[in-house]
């Protein structure tokens, strides 16, 4: 009874308040919360959803008598469940549906009420405000409107702020480039690799006093930030966290000093299934308000691990460390077990080549080979670029670079014109074409 006045409470804040909610609540406070509606909503999507009625049925689980998460056992949620059952998750009747990028070969349909998209809407404004964005800057909406979510959200959320907003979509940055000194527009928010475009046509050009760019949807190679920062100017570059599936941000970066993904406690569950030595293992989310398509323990194949330490920026807030890879690209090869991080690593400090690239590995006979698909800037440079990779893998990675030497596998390289190695929406890092796959 409790949860549900809080929630009552908290769905009648304006941004403002939230932000103030999130800067000010106890983590104790935080945690019973949490915790409380995990419960309400286990009950409730079994009441209420085929899928999960038929799952807990099977698995022989009494939802009244889950104290938490852990007590779930090995249940989990899968992009699997999703993409073979949708509709058998809703929980009442839907509104809006948004389908994934398709990365696992079939989209996943999400779907959401009116309501919710709004209080979504308000909890991004309220982040915004927390990472120091008020209605008084001007911003571009450079998030994809087609058919996925993140454009959608974030304009819920910009609206919320109250702040003039070009709603551009993704178009060609340069006709937001275009537009910045028309406007005035100080902040940026789009797909990380829009930016990089965005930024490489402002380093050739000339750049704007920008204040932020907002980047979410995937990765940004580690690289990139300060030099986006650096061309801009000192405007600072910042991260969020989330996908179809969560639908709002999950986790944002709203302080230079975050190092990492302050999670949404009062929205998500987040646990760590199967974590490492070192705490790393598959992000599982519960959505905590969500009541048209709840989702329970939902592993979504990133992998990460929870940050207990306090913050630097003062927010009590439990953080996501930055994604380690994806379980579905990771690979066990001859060079050890591999993640596309380790290959961010190795190439991020390498200038004449662009920040999309593709591992692949596959067979020649028995031998196997590695090959770094590279886009370079000038084509005279390839036996300099792969001088410094090799170089590179031996100082980060010593194994790695044994392993080729010992002969064990192979290491070759494949150069591509700018903007050539990226085919789909999402760029897949490592592709393992070995034994068939």
């Known amino acids: 009874m409790l949860t549900s006045i809080l929630d009552c409470a908290i769905d009648r804040m304006r941004p403002a308040a939230l932000a103030s909610l999130a800067r000010n609540t106890p983590r104790a406070f935080t945690d019973w919360k949490k915790n409380a509606a995990f419960l309400n909503i286990i009950r409730y999507a079994c009441k209420r959803s085929p899928f999960y009625k038929r799952k807990f049925a099977e698995l022989g689980i009494d939802p009244g008598r889950i104290k938490s998460p852990s007590d779930l056992g090995d249940f989990y949620t899968t992009p699997q469940?999703?993409?073979?059952?949708?509709?058998?998750f809703l929980c009442r009747d839907p509104q809006i549906v948004f389908e994934s990028s398709g990365t696992?070969?079939?989209?996943?349909r999400v779907y959401f009420g009116q309501d919710e998209l709004d209080h979504i809407g308000r909890m991004n404004a309220s982040g915004l405000l927390l990472g120091g964005i008020t209605r008084?800057?001007?911003?571009?909406?450079?998030?994809?409107f087609e058919i996925w979510i993140p454009g959608m959200v974030t304009q819920k959320g910009v609206e919320k702020l109250g702040a003039l907003t070009l709603v551009a979509g993704k178009i060609d940055p340069v006709e937001v480039y275009r537009r910045i000194p028309i406007y005035g527009f100080n902040v940026i928010l789009g797909e990380p690799t829009w930016l990089i475009k965005l930024t490489e046509i402002a380093e050739k050009n000339g750049a704007y006093p920008l204040k932020l760019l907002i980047a979410g949807g995937e990765e940004m190679p580690e690289a990139a930030k300060p030099w986006m920062e650096k061309v801009w100017k000192g405007a600072g570059v910042r991260m969020v966290y989330a996908s179809v599936e969560s639908g709002g941000i999950m986790a944002f970066e709203p302080f230079a000093c975050c190092d990492g993904y302050h999670i949404d406690e009062n929205d998500f569950s987040v646990e760590i299934a199967n974590p490492d030595k070192e705490g790393y293992g598959e992000v599982a989310f519960t959505t905590l308000n969500r009541l048209t398509m709840p989702l329970i323990r939902y592993k979504n194949r990133d992998i990460s691990k929870i940050i207990e330490a306090p913050c630097a920026c003062g927010l009590s807030l439990r953080k996501l460390a930055r994604m380690r890879g994806r379980s579905d690209e990771m690979v066990i090869t001859a060079a050890g077990n591999l993640y596309p991080l380790m290959f961010d690593n190795?190439?991020?400090?390498?200038?004449?080549i662009t920040s999309d690239w593709q591992i692949v590995f596959k067979l020649r006979g028995i031998k196997e080979i590695m090959e770094f698909n590279l886009e370079i800037k000038d084509a005279s440079l390839k036996e300099r670029v792969k001088d410094k990779v090799i170089s590179s893998i031996k100082t980060l990675y010593p194994d790695m670079s044994r392993n080729a030497l010992l002969g064990i596998y192979e290491m070759e390289f494949a150069y591509h014109s700018p903007g050539t190695v990226r085919s789909g929406r999402k760029l897949i890092h490592i592709v393992d074409k070995r034994h068939g796959r």
């Open 81 to 88: 469940d999703i993409s073979a059952n949708a509709e058998e």
């Open 104 to 108: 696992t070969g079939k989209n996943k």
């Open 136 to 144: 008084k800057d001007r911003l571009v909406n450079a998030f994809d």
């Open 346 to 352: 190795i190439l991020k400090n390498i200038e004449e």
